[in-house]
């Protein structure tokens, strides 16, 4: 499954854009994200729906993943923490009409629709996501009460899920986790040793539920009946250095022995966002401009999943705005291409990234 996410609203406005500039790489997936999938029908300035834009992906021999009812606020709207138990039972008819509308429009070209549950299912995620000043779930009270509440949350999950089976029973299904902890953030200082017992406190026993994306993948594994398991790597989102990215293969691995699944790459990428103060300690401290460091990123992380049983590559993402304001501002810099204005700038990054597969497929 060689990859690139897009996001739904560029793809609506784009698609001639999008297929050209897939169409003589090895990349053969799309995964659609976000996609508001509540309203597929809706036309963009241009005329186009989302879905028109999703049949022009397939006609072009793209295949597809999304995921379905996502629960941004684009996607689903305010969630009113009252509304919470509606808002669970109406995920179950979203999604089956969702994925039947989908689904139909890929088998007319022969391609594979693949469906997402969700994103980012952890705690840490849902309740950053929903704060004031990030809100890109809406409101705080009802999305935090998901990320407390697991029973809640895997309830919904599971009604998106059978929407999905009960429209088109053969398609393949995912979730997927991101798979950053408390070692990354601290720059793997923590050194204690495995092998040896330790006492846990009930502070760390919280932490770990808050920041242990394998602790969800178990929670995922017992209640959630999917296909395929994705892992997203975003290490060093805000500090950008050091470059990591070389324990990807350590976390495929993970996820494979907690799961059981298959597991893929479904998001990985690294911002060239710089904040004034960044680039002028990165000028006194003589740091490669942000778009080698992004390649670097890339190299690490693609030479980890090479030696890996990843079954997909999804680099987050093909294009972005970087005159659009986003919050964090580092949002508007993943793009492999960056558009300012008119102007649009391919990344090196993205060559690298072709150029990998084109090497990994001489190989086989």
Partial sequence: MAGVNVDGGLLRESPKWVTE????????????????????????????????????????GLNIVTPIDVGYTEVVGSVPRAGLDAFIEESYGYSSKAARLIAETASRYNVEAVFGIENEIDMKSWIMQSLPGIAWRESSEAWISFALDSSLKYQRLNNILRGVKDSVPAARTMVNVSAEDAEDLLGLLRRRPRDLPAQRGALETFSDKMVDWKVELAHVKERLDVDLVGVDTYPNYFLKFPIMGQDTANKVAQAAAISGKPIFNPEFGYSTYRSILERFSAGLLLKPSASRMQVEFFRNTLASIETSQSVGTFPWLL??????????????????????????????????????????????
């Fill in 21 to 60: 500039t897939l169409a003589s790489t090895p990349i053969r997936w799309l995964r659609i994200h976000t996609l508001p999938t509540r309203s597929l029908d809706q036309k963009g300035p241009g005329g186009l729906s989302y879905l028109d834009a999703i049949e022009q992906v397939c006609r072009s």
């Fill in 319 to 364: 294009m972005t705005q970087t005159d659009r304001v986003e919050v964090p501002r580092q949002e508007s810099y993943f793009g492999l291409f960056q558009m300012h204005g008119r102007a649009v700038r391919k990344q090196p990054a993205f060559d690298y990234y072709v150029d990998w597969l084109q090497r990994r497929d001489g190989k086989k």
